[in-house]
């Protein structure tokens, strides 16, 4: 999901000045359009993971005024989310389409955002093109790298051990943001911390996935966290088998009482508040929006069982740097295979990172 031709600085400041022109309250007395929102789902609403996440946003939404919300979830990203999506603009009057899964984009959106111009397009990875695609068509995305090394920081003191392990599904530049911020949040905490990959190789795999997990814990990996759609078979094992986990995409706390530490969250409600604020004031929606902590696009699970005092009061440290614009990605680090790949202090938001093909030193895994 690399972002080509922006720069992530550009983005975030298209995206501040999108959530500063929505500062109003929601439902004001200037507000020119009622709002009908229509969301596609790539997969059910309850997954534990990128669809239960969407979804707890949008939630937020329905007892706002002026706002009418339409979901479909268990869409697929062929012509079906095209035929979703019509229905929803020519049956419920869709003004604003929010297409949340990665294949949906290219050709659907762009295509439907053509022939449907009066109605906004916004898709939730950052694939829109400023030169190619459409103008009432754009992208979303928070990068949730810096919420995963929160989850490192509060890791790397709730494991005895310091072998946290990682679910993954692909190496992607994404997936290897979020790895690598574990290991470099767990080793700000301990510097003998280490992180073990196993990739499955598809975004949904639940036997491959309790495969993996199993292995990392038979390997000594005593808290397990992963980047797949839905976590629920990750946490579920690493519960069953007694160690500790740490979520990604929205809560998975209910399902590990025992050993959940915290979690990755996406806040998508922040961008869709952004959207819905717009079309009510009748102001442009941005197109490109994304962002963080400093915007307030993330958010940590609240602690768990899981989770030491020393954890909590460290990974609470690291949320206020990180709202601060502290960076991630500082000095010299090397890859596991001992190449330098860092050569200096990044900008959380440096579009050197969004070529991310390299695992750092001290996580044990290949990408090939």
């Known amino acids: ?33 009622n709002v009908i929102l229509g969301i596609v789902y790539v997969g059910p609403k309850d997954d534990f993971g990128w669809n239960q996440a969407h979804a707890v946003s949008v939630e937020t939404l329905k007892a706002l005024p002026g706002i009418t919300v339409i979901e479909e979830e268990n869409v697929p990203e062929t012509d079906a989310v095209s035929q979703s999506i019509e229905s929803m603009i020519n049956l419920d009057g869709a003004n604003l389409i929010l297409a949340t899964s990665f294949g949906y984009y290219n050709p659907f959106v762009v295509e439907l955002a053509k022939k449907y111009p009066a ?21 979303y995305f928070p990068y949730l790298n810096q919420a995963h090394y929160v989850n490192g920081v509060a890791a790397g003191l709730s494991s005895p051990t310091g ?41 949904s795999l639940p036997v491959r ?16 966290t992963c980047h797949v759609d839905g976590p629920k078979v990750v946490i579920e094992t690493a519960e069953g088998r007694g160690v500790k986990s740490a979520g990604h995409n929205a809560s998975q706390a209910p399902l590990a009482p025992k050993g959940f530490i915290t979690g990755a969250e996406y806040k998508w409600e922040t961008i869709y508040k952004t959207y819905a604020d717009a079309i009510a004031a009748g102001t442009p929606l941005p197109n490109f929006l994304v962002g963080g902590y400093n915007n307030d696009m993330l958010r940590n699970t609240p602690y768990g069982a899981g989770a030491t005092p020393e ?37 959380n938001y440096d579009p050197y990172l969004d070529g991310m093909n390299w695992l750092l030193e001290d996580v044990r895994g290949s990408i090939t």
């Not at 890859?335 to 990044?346: S, W």
Request: hydrophobic content about 50%; aromatic content about 6%; glycine content about 8%.
């Open 209 to 224: 996935e309790a495969e993996a997990t199993n292995a990392l814990v038979d390997a000594g990996c005593d808290v397990i």
């Open 1 to 33: 999901m690399s972002i080509n031709a922006i720069s992530r600085r550009s983005l975030l400041r298209v995206g501040a000045a999108g959530l500063a022109a929505s500062a109003l309250p929601f439902g004001i007395a200037k507000a020119q359009a």
């Open 311 to 347: 954890a909590i009061a460290a990974a609470d440290a690291a949320i206020a740097a990180l709202k601060a614009g502290e960076p991630i990605y500082k000095g010299t680090l090397k890859d596991n295979a001992g190449n330098v790949v860092v050569d200096k202090t990044y900008d």
């Open 163 to 203: 072998k946290i392990g990682f679910v993954a599904a692909k190496p992607i530049p994404t997936v290897l943001s979020n790895i690598n911020s574990v290991l470099l949040g767990a080793r700000s905490a301990n510097p003998n911390a280490t992180v073990q990959v196993i990739f499955t190789g598809e975004w």
């Open 119 to 139: 109605v906004q397009f916004r898709h939730a990875a950052p694939l829109w093109n400023k030169d190619a695609d459409p103008a009432n068509a754009g992208s």
